[in-house]
């Protein structure tokens, strides 16, 4: 597993959202849904470099909330305690 810090892009402001886990890195322009159960577009992925952390956490993922309108906005509609957990 992957651990990265997600920072959500709104404007001009970046704003740290939460680390999450990942099982492959993400990749600019694709899309993803975070553990709020909203899809986010994925603008920048920034590792770091030559940095060790004991928290682990290797990358930042710019993201910023994908559009109402869109149709990845209403394909997942997933409930995450019914839908994915065991």
Do not use: T, W
């Amino acid at each position: 597993m992957i651990k990265v810090i997600l920072v959500l892009h709104e404007g001009d402001d970046f704003i740290r959202m939460n680390k999450v886990f990942f099982e492959s890195m993400p990749v600019k322009e694709q899309y993803i849904v975070n553990s709020d159960g909203l899809s986010y577009y994925v603008e920048e992925v920034a590792q770091f470099a030559n940095y060790v952390s004991s928290k682990g956490a290797i990358a930042i993922v710019v993201v910023h909330q994908a559009h109402k309108d869109q149709a990845v906005s209403n394909l997942y509609g997933l409930n995450i305690e019914n839908d994915l957990d065991d």
